[in-house]
């Protein structure tokens, strides 16, 4: 399988339009992996404004109909537990056969580079892992990377199953995630890629939700100057041409690894990111589970705590319903933003939809994750979740705690484990009142579960930080 160009995308979109005169999004083909168990919808266009079309799925052959509105068509079409594969035919004037289809679960990748990379672009054991990569019931859809200034109906794409040479294009995350899904769970994994490395969570968001908050607004102006023209930098560009057009097929979840670019402008991402999230929930009518990586720690020179006040946002972010952030701190790399170790990003985050989404037990799915502080004998006692089977250190010593008294002076603090909590003490602070943890770009602490998950950065206090 060769890779596309996106004039040969644009070219095969418009050939279809073309030359056809009843079609389906590109996302409606061959090769797809509809949601398993749900009311799928398929939908498309044609040259007859009021035809009656006809749909049939081969796992039962019940025929579904509609009728065109100003050659318009959508319908609902059930979808059985999971299998295949199966052929959809679409009847109007004319006859469209998918064939191949699977049906089962059905993931979108997205961000930025991160969830971009694929093994050729950079992976610990690349070759091994390209020449496994034989799966024929986990699909590949791949969105060309393009942008617009308003929303669209469709985007050139094509699903591909996994295969050593179609891999070679996917994310590298993406792929380890759906692997474990597909290997534990026994079924068939659509993973939707839609990624632009570079870009600002800004892109990703509907261009009125960014412009009517004069702070969002504000802040993307910051991200805008920082970039090339032909880059996405305005709010919506990536959103209008890579998400919208999708938001009709129906999905299990979101996997979103992006971040780095929003160092620009720290301070905005407690809000846009949030709002990324409910905006695209909107859009599909659905409040799917949205699982994310914490940026992980690398060396931005400059500013020193602009990463980790958008990691302090992503942490902020878990209070969202139906969110999971795979914390990374341990295996990032201070000289590489794109650090190699892609599989235990794409586990950690498959740690997460396994426990949460499909109820797998006895799963340890998250590090230890701050909770509360108390204050004793001139000590602050952390206590986190995610730790009831206890807390372990890699190395002597606890590194990247601080304490601050009253006058807002942080210094480095001895850190003790004992049990399930973390006492800080520092003999420069006789009063504790806030504690500090990793809270810098470049930190690369050492407290982990007992299950070898990393726990996340964090700050107790809401004290302003000037970005």
């Known amino acids: 399988m060769k890779k596309l160009s996106l004039l040969s995308f644009i070219f095969i979109l418009f050939g279809k339009i073309i030359f056809a005169t009843l079609w389906a999004p590109s996302i409606i083909s061959d090769n797809m992996v509809l949601q398993q168990s749900s009311e799928s919808t398929i939908w498309g266009w044609t040259t007859k404004p009021n035809e009656t079309i006809k749909v049939t799925g081969s796992w039962n052959n019940d025929t579904i109909t509609t009728l065109a509105f100003q050659g318009s068509w959508s319908l609902q079409l059930p979808t059985p537990e999971a299998g295949g594969p199966f052929q959809i035919s679409i009847l109007g004037h004319e006859n469209i056969i998918l064939k191949n289809i699977m049906i089962g679960e059905v993931w979108i990748c997205s961000g930025q580079s991160n969830m971009e990379w694929t093994p050729t672009a950079g992976l610990d054991n690349a070759k091994e892992e390209i020449q496994n990569a034989k799966y024929p019931k986990i699909r590949f859809f791949f969105i060309p990377k393009h942008k617009s200034d308003t929303p669209q109906d469709d985007t050139p794409g094509y699903w591909a199953e ?36 570079g870009t600002a969570v800004e892109v990703w968001i509907k261009k009125q939700l960014i412009e009517q908050d004069p702070e969002l607004n504000k802040a993307a102006k910051l991200v805008q100057e920082k970039v090339y023209a032909w880059w996405p930098s305005n709010p919506g560009e990536a959103y209008n041409a890579m998400i919208h057009p999708i938001t009709k097929f129906n999905i299990a979840g979101v996997i979103w690894y992006q971040g780095e670019s929003n160092t620009a402008n720290a301070l905005s991402y407690y809000q846009s990111f949030p709002l990324l999230i409910k905006s695209w929930r909107e859009e599909w009518k659905k409040d799917f589970p949205f699982y994310y ?135 420069k602070v006789q009063t504790p009142v806030a504690v500090r943890f990793a809270f810098t770009d470049i930190a690369q602490p050492n407290l982990f579960n007992k299950a070898g998950l990393p726990a996340s950065a964090f700050k107790t206090d809401d004290w302003k930080i000037e970005q």
């Open 293 to 427: 990586v914490q940026i992980a720690p690398f060396d931005y020179k400059g500013n020193n705590v602009n990463a980790a006040i958008v990691r302090d946002a992503q942490l902020k972010t878990l209070d969202v319903p139906n969110t999971g952030m795979a914390v990374i701190n341990d295996i990032g790399d201070l000289k590489n933003i794109h650090p190699k170790n892609k599989l235990d990003v794409g586990h950690r985050l498959a740690l997460w939809a396994l426990a949460k989404t499909y109820g797998v037990k006895d799963l340890v799915f998250s590090g230890p994750i701050y909770e509360s502080m108390e204050i004793k004998n001139k000590k602050a006692i952390i206590h986190f979740k995610y730790a009831e089977q206890g807390l372990l250190k890699k190395g002597k010593k606890l590194i990247d705690f601080y304490v601050a008294g009253e006058d807002k002076v942080f210094h480095p603090a001895e850190a003790i484990i004992s049990g399930v909590t973390v006492e800080v003490s520092s003999k």
């Open 162 to 197: 996994c295969t050593p040479e179609s891999i070679k294009y996917f994310s590298s995350v993406g792929y380890f995630f759906g692997r474990d899904l597909h290997k534990k769970l026994d079924v068939p994994i659509g993973l939707i890629y839609s990624n632009w490395g």
